[in-house]
């Protein structure tokens, strides 16, 4: 007779508990990595890299649940199957009236998609996952290619430093900030689809001479865009709304700023806000308020001071007695509340490495994320950025604006889209 597997449950961390009661059909909170390889997916050897990765990522295989007071991961015995994209990226992945798992692997030609609901972790932990996947398919489908030498795993850690709660390792009682006033910021509005299709934008173009154009403006990669982005929101703007600053929110990955390498999210996010009522409309002068407020905000001081304000609502004993169904309302109020002062969002993912041995099979990656307003999400391997807007708008003028200021830069960009019109 076999013995059943005894069921084990897990905590959510502090950020992964602002998803759930947010996450509907408009905003599914769910975000894509894509790794497209030099050669058609082999569905079969896919899965079996999949069965492979699993066991190194046991967090996976759980489904999420409600309790009385909190919501909890449950571990299950269900198993990922792998298949061709048919579903519209980004789909709803939780549901309160279903036990699925949270993330789903598909493939279409040559592009391998993972996609994560972000209550399981965030986008570094996904790709440790990714790049752990693309280890076993590659060395499984070109096995003769490496002559029995397997090159050495890049993502390493333990299954304990994957699993950690790297939120409540690093809070520190003793550093609790005062609330912050939330600024009313501009919002962008426009024409959604039917289907709350998300319209994607994808822009290919050499990193290392985006980032020349960067340094011509003495600063880095990810300021230029996101002072960009800025300034092509505001070519957008309605002249009774620009008494309203543009905000943008950045996510950080505090892994950068704190000893941790968890599976599992690890992340905080800083808003950038420009005035052109009270501030110059040059994108010269957006560089320099952007470079400004990134040298501020971006200090682990202020980081751990944000991680607390967070965790201090999470530790206070009169939240942690309210039930689940009254924090449901509380969180999604709060996010109401809190994207008044957003904009849009900028996340730079930043350079994806897997290791030489493996260059020569993939060709780029790319990331994306569901989205209830503009997004940008970045990321860079080898030479090849990749800059993909998401937007639940029809309209794409604040996407025209911004490639057509890199290629009036003589940056070369290959544009694709799921769009009919870009």
């Not at 390493?156 to 009313?184: C, E, G, N, W």
């Not at 289907?195 to 011509?216: A, F, H, T």
Request: one cysteine or more; a positive charge.
């Amino acid at each position: 007779m076999t013995r059943r597997k005894p069921v084990e449950w897990t905590k959510l961390d502090n950020a992964a508990k602002i998803f759930p009661p947010n996450s509907n059909e408009r905003d599914t909170k769910v975000f894509r990595f894509v790794c497209e390889l030099k050669d058609e997916v082999d569905k079969d050897i896919l899965q079996e890299a999949v069965d492979k990765t699993l066991p190194l990522f046991p967090f996976y295989r759980t489904v999420l649940r409600r309790g009385f007071f909190w919501y909890y991961f449950e571990s299950t015995d269900l198993m990922p199957e792998v298949s061709e994209e048919t579903k519209l990226p980004c789909s709803m992945l939780y549901r309160r009236s279903r036990r699925n798992l949270l993330f789903e692997i598909t493939y279409y030609k040559k592009r391998i998609n993972l996609e994560v609901f972000h209550a399981l972790t965030d986008g570094t932990g996904a790709l440790g996952f990714l790049k752990t996947l693309l280890y076993y398919y590659i060395t499984i489908k070109y096995r003769d290619d490496f002559k029995g030498q397997l090159p050495l795993l890049d993502y390493d850690a333990s299954l304990s430093q994957k699993m950690d709660d790297s939120f409540q390792k690093h809070y520190s009682v003793k550093r609790i900030p005062k609330k912050i006033k939330i600024t009313k910021a501009y919002r962008i509005q426009g024409r959604r689809s039917i289907d709350n299709r998300i319209k994607i934008i994808e822009g290919l173009m050499p990193v290392n001479e985006v980032l020349n154009l960067s340094r011509k403006h003495n600063t880095t990669l990810t300021v230029y865009l996101v002072a960009l982005f800025i300034k092509s929101i505001y070519k957008e703007m309605p002249a009774r709304s620009k008494k309203n600053p543009i905000v943008l929110s950045v996510p950080v990955n505090l892994r950068s700023y704190f000893p941790s390498v968890t599976a599992r999210n690890f992340f905080a996010t800083i808003n950038i806000s420009y005035n052109f009522s009270t501030s110059g409309d040059e994108l010269g002068d957006i560089i320099a308020s952007v470079k400004e407020s990134f040298e501020r905000e971006l200090t682990k001081e202020n980081l751990e001071k944000h991680m607390n304000r967070l965790l201090s609502l999470e530790h206070n004993a009169f939240m942690r007695a309210v039930p689940l169904v009254i924090k449901d309302r509380v969180l999604r109020l709060a996010t109401r509340l809190s994207d008044k002062g957003i904009t849009a969002t900028l996340s730079n993912v930043g350079k994806i490495t897997i290791g030489s041995e493996f260059d020569p099979y993939v060709t780029m990656f790319n990331c994306f994320v569901s989205a209830k307003r503009p997004q940008i999400a970045i990321c860079s391997y080898q030479n090849n950025l990749v800059v993909s807007f998401t937007s639940p708008f029809v309209g794409t003028d604040i996407q025209k604006n911004f490639f057509r200021h890199l290629a009036n830069e003589n940056i070369p960009i290959i544009i694709s889209s799921n769009a009919k019109e870009i």
